[in-house]
């Protein structure tokens, strides 16, 4: 399992909480309840050295099971969420109940930045996973920024980085073709899952297809299928869920798919040359089970 598994063993009586919404909805665990600042600065990766206190500035921990929301849209923000461990999606819905996915928020990403401006969250933001957060509430951010400017700067950093993260996919929708928006989404996971401490070539999607889809301005069929001719070709291998990553230099470059023909005589090739070295070769079928999933 890439995130941190869970113990059965909790309880559901609610702390006295930063954020009672936030604690009402999720649900505590036995172990670590709470982070000091400095393990808040290691997760978001920023300098703890930041901060010089003497005060003992603890943050409390609040965990969602899969499929809970942590905020949604138009609800009242007092609140950022730090991601201790676990996968989520925050997402615009429309009058009609469309869901528009803007983000994965995964392990040291920061988000809820989106309710600043209104003081309301702008979208939504649901666990994909079972999820431990670290609640920061703004009022706490604003006062430690007032007190220590160079923590201040390090947290624009954090929010400067969400945005330039958003901008490139903005930038690649506008410019890629859906072939190539599928293999940096890959590229952009597998470098993520470096950063988290995690294997970058082999990996679980947390996501469903459709959700890819709705990040990347594409259909879920389109998105399987070029998956399919991914792994057909030898950029990637699929297992259920689990992805590896096979030619990383090949999905980052990738502009377009070959043709269907020309895919079909390199899957050929590479049959034969693992039937002469006696390797075994990805088995057929295997992206089917995925998109049934």
């Known amino acids: 399992m890439l995130s941190t598994p869970m113990t059965e ?16 909805a999720g649900w505590q665990r036995q172990g670590k309840l709470w982070s000091n600042l400095k393990e808040l600065c290691d997760v978001l990766r ?13 943050f409390q921990h609040v965990q969602f099971k899969t499929g809970q929301r942590i905020h949604t849209i138009g609800q009242p923000f ?3 969420y730090i991601v201790h461990s676990g996968f989520l999606k925050t997402v615009l819905i429309d009058e009609f109940g469309n869901e528009q996915v803007l983000s994965f928020p995964m392990k040291g990403d920061l988000f809820g930045v989106d309710g600043i401006h209104t003081k309301r969250y702008a979208s939504e933001a649901v666990a994909l996973s ?8 703004f009022k706490k951010l604003t006062a430690l920024g007032r007190a220590h400017p160079e923590f201040e700067h390090a947290m624009y950093s954090v929010m400067s980085r969400e945005l330039v ?13 859906a072939e190539a928006r599928v293999a940096r989404f890959l590229v952009n996971l597998s470098e993520r899952y470096a950063d988290m401490g995690y294997s970058s070539k082999l990996f679980n999607l947390r996501m469903t297809r459709h959700e890819i889809g709705s990040y990347l301005g594409l259909t879920l069929e389109t998105v399987s ?34 043709p269907s023909s020309t895919r079909a005589k390199q899957s050929g090739a590479k049959k034969a040359k693992a039937a002469a070295s006696k390797e075994p070769d990805q088995p057929d079928g295997e992206w089917d089970s995925l998109a049934t999933a």
């Not at 920023?46 to 603890?58: N, R």
């Not at 001719?229 to 070959?258: C, H, M, W, Y």
């Open 9 to 24: 063993n909790r309880t559901e009586s609610p702390i006295p909480a930063l954020h009672s919404s936030s604690v009402e």
């Open 46 to 58: 920023i300098p703890s050295a930041a901060v010089h206190t003497d005060e003992e500035l603890l």
């Open 78 to 80: 007092d609140t950022l």
């Open 130 to 137: 079972n999820c431990d957060l670290i609640l920061l509430p």
């Open 165 to 177: 993260r958003e901008q490139a996919m903005v930038s690649m929708l506008g410019a890629l073709s």
């Open 225 to 258: 299928r070029t998956l399919s001719a991914f792994n057909e070709i030898g950029l990637i291998t699929v297992d259920q869920r689990s992805i590896g990553i096979k030619d990383l230099d090949a999905l980052k470059t990738l502009r377009r798919l070959p």
